[in-house]
């Protein structure tokens, strides 16, 4: 059985940085596509970073140039770096997991694991 767990949340100013973590088990790791989500209140899960088996990212436009996703297959885990916050990526950050994606490495749809998320939350 995979699980996802996800660490790293907290609270910060606008501006900061946050790194998160999400270690994963159950399952051979190298061989899944992971993936960053968010969900703020009222709105829909959405896509913010990915990365495939062999390391290739990809990122949402929202995020481009502040945040970096990276994995480390030898700890099974992937890392989110989040620099320059703003209030607009408050939010509960999930991490999510799939051996065969198939189409958009951003869509939601094609993750079959899911971690329980962490709270990010950027005010003043």
């Known amino acids: 059985q995979v699980q996802l767990a996800e660490s790293g949340g907290g609270s910060v100013q606008p501006g900061g940085s946050l790194r998160l973590s999400c270690v994963v088990s159950?399952?051979?790791?190298?061989?899944?596509?992971m993936g960053w989500f968010r969900q703020a209140p009222g709105k829909e899960r959405e896509g913010v970073a990915a990365?495939?088996?062999?390391?290739?990212?990809s990122y949402a436009h929202s995020v481009r140039g502040r945040f970096a996703i990276s994995r480390d297959n030898a700890k099974n885990i992937v890392y989110l770096q989040m620099n320059g916050l703003e209030p607009e990526d408050t939010a509960k950050y999930y991490c999510?997991?799939?051996?065969?994606?198939?189409?958009?490495?951003?869509?939601?749809?094609?993750?079959?694991?899911w971690g329980q998320g962490t709270q990010v939350t950027v005010s003043s």
């Open positions: 999510a997991a799939d051996s065969g994606l198939v189409a958009g490495p951003l869509d939601r749809d094609e993750y079959t694991y």
């Open positions: 159950g399952y051979t790791y190298s061989s899944l596509s």
């Open positions: 990365i495939d088996t062999r390391g290739g990212p």
